[in-house]
């Protein structure tokens, strides 16, 4: 079982649109930037990224724990202009395999990362 932050995760959901007006999405952008090839994204939150990753990306692997914010960032992979898919687990426990990605992208998620 995955971690779940109820009270975080509604707050966070509401908070993160004005974050993003006040220049989160310009990070993002840079963030996202230059990338290519198969990326896993640890901690995707709601899905605030998603609509940002360049068309050089083929695919993205979104790993989230939080149940509430996994099924919010569901609907925005829909959007998405690459194929994203959303899964459960964490950044201790990526479910992916050794070599699985060409780039990994957190953005505001390693102050909880235990290792
Ligand atoms: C501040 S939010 C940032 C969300 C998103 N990355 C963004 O930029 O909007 C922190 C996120 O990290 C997730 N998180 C917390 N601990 C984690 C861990 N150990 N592994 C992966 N994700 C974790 C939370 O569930 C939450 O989605």
Do not use: W
Request: some cysteine; charged content about 20%; overall charge negative.
């Amino acid at each position: 079982m995955t971690p779940q932050h109820p009270r975080f995760a509604r707050a966070y959901a509401r908070a993160v649109p004005a974050i993003n007006l006040r220049g989160g999405t310009e990070h993002r952008r840079t963030l996202l930037a230059g990338l290519r090839g198969r990326v896993i994204e640890v901690g995707a939150g709601e899905g605030s990224s998603f609509g940002l990753y360049p068309a050089t990306v083929e695919s993205v692997l979104a790993v989230e724990p939080d149940d509430y914010l996994r099924e919010l960032a569901g609907a925005k992979a829909q959007a998405a202009p690459v194929p994203v898919t959303v899964v459960p687990g964490t950044a201790e426990n990526i479910p992916a395999d050794d070599g699985g990605a060409d780039a990994v992208v957190v953005s505001l998620v390693l102050c909880s990362v235990a290792d």
